[in-house]
């Protein structure tokens, strides 16, 4: 996949399409008609050198991805299998200790840690497809 070919989620911002890392690559995730506004999906993905699960949000028509750990506790957020957001569908919430993060940013604005933000992966569309960048060493897989 060429730079020129992605369109950046949320556009403008992030300065390159492509990070200048050379061991990074863009992977497919799942196909935009895949995910319906407030619905998520898992995937792994090589991010600081190990594997780690990751998900891919659509909140309001745009695409969102993080490393799976909340900021507070070293746990998966998802409260059941695959479901992050919270009952009203306006924040991720961790299953833990009840965390609340902004879907668009990662910032958690409720419970501990006030302020901290998911560790977040840079996501582009293309051609019907919503792809997230990770490090190239041990070529990632998808999870169902």
């Known amino acids: ?7 950046l989620e949320p556009p ?4 390159g399409a492509v990070s200048s890392k050379k061991d990074e690559v863009w992977i497919a995730v ?20 190990a594997e ?4 891919l949000v659509n909140f309001q028509g745009r695409f969102y991805a993080y490393v799976n750990r909340c900021c507070h506790v070293p746990m998966t ?5 695959n479901r992050f957001f919270s009952a009203e569908g306006r924040y991720l919430q961790c299953a ?4 609340l993060y902004l879907p668009e940013s990662g910032e958690c604005v409720a419970g501990p840690p006030c302020g901290k933000f998911l560790q ?25």
């Open 96 to 99: 833990t200790h009840g965390a």
């Open 12 to 15: 403008g911002l992030y300065k």
């Open 120 to 144: 977040r992966l840079q996501v582009a569309t293309a051609h019907g497809t919503v792809y997230v960048a990770v490090e190239h060493r041990n070529r990632p897989r998808q999870n169902d």
């Open 30 to 49: 799942a196909g935009v008609e895949e995910l319906p506004d407030r619905t998520s999906k898992k995937f792994l993905a090589v991010v600081d050198g």
């Open 1 to 7: 996949m060429r730079a020129t070919e992605l369109q």
């Open 77 to 81: 957020l998802d409260w059941v299998e």
């Open 52 to 55: 780690q699960e990751c998900f």
